[in-house]
């Protein structure tokens, strides 16, 4: 956020922090950007909820949805009826899981290949509320396919040469941090999906 008054990084965090965000009531457009970063959200449970969800309630995806979705009704109550434009971005991908020894095994990766990634059920929660949805993980994994699953997940180079969308040259480290490269490539998909949208 632009007021960065808390060191909150995911969904929990942001919501657990949001009466520290100052000048909330000035805001008119809300990006939110949690694909990542909510595949580690902490604890085994929910403490903030007030229902016992039982086994569901100790697993990631429950806590996941449970704290994204306060953040959204936060959000739309921050100022009522004129409540902010709200866009979920689901900017990125965790590459670790296809990044070979001694990270994961590639294989098991690619046959569950949003395990670690919760862009499923941003779509999902953004979809009950209304909110639009920009991915960038959409397109890029099918460009990154193009050049075969040894090019998308491990290699720079082909027999067909460079492979420019390869996991690893669209990451920076194993996990989900872009290059130099990815961010812009973040940023004019970001720009697209506006003047989509208003035009």
């Given at each position: 956020h632009v007021y960065k008054t808390t060191n909150a990084w995911n969904s929990m965090s942001h919501a657990t922090s949001f009466s520290a965000i100052s000048n909330l009531d000035r805001v008119d457009l809300v990006i939110v950007e949690f694909n990542v970063n909510d595949s580690f959200t902490p604890g085994k449970n929910v403490p903030h909820a007030l229902e016992d969800k039982g086994l569901w309630g100790g697993t990631?995806?429950?806590?996941?949805?449970?704290?994204?979705?306060?953040?959204?009704?936060?959000?739309?109550?921050?100022?009522?009826?004129?409540?902010?434009?709200?866009?979920?971005?689901?900017?990125?991908?965790?590459?670790?899981?296809?990044?070979?020894?001694?990270?994961s095994d590639p294989k098991k990766a690619r046959q569950s290949l949003f395990r670690s990634n919760h862009e499923p059920l941003k779509f999902w929660l953004s979809y009950l509320y209304d909110v639009p949805v920009f991915s960038v993980s959409l397109f890029h994994l099918a460009l990154a396919?193009?050049?075969?699953?040894?090019?998308?997940?491990?290699?720079?180079?082909?027999?067909?040469?460079?492979?420019?969308?390869?996991?690893?040259?669209?990451?920076?480290?194993?996990?989900?941090?872009?290059?130099?490269?990815?961010?812009?490539?973040l940023a004019l998909v970001l720009i697209y999906n506006f003047a989509d949208e208003l035009w």
């Open positions: 990631l995806e429950y806590r996941s949805l449970w704290y994204s979705e306060m953040l959204l009704r936060k959000l739309l109550l921050i100022r009522k009826p004129d409540y902010p434009a709200i866009v979920t971005f689901n900017a990125d991908y965790i590459g670790r899981i296809w990044a070979g020894n001694p990270w396919s193009k050049l075969g699953t040894d090019a998308q997940f491990n290699f720079n180079e082909t027999r067909d040469g460079h492979n420019p969308y390869g996991t690893n040259v669209w990451h920076a480290d194993a996990c989900c941090h872009p290059k130099k490269e990815g961010h812009r490539v």
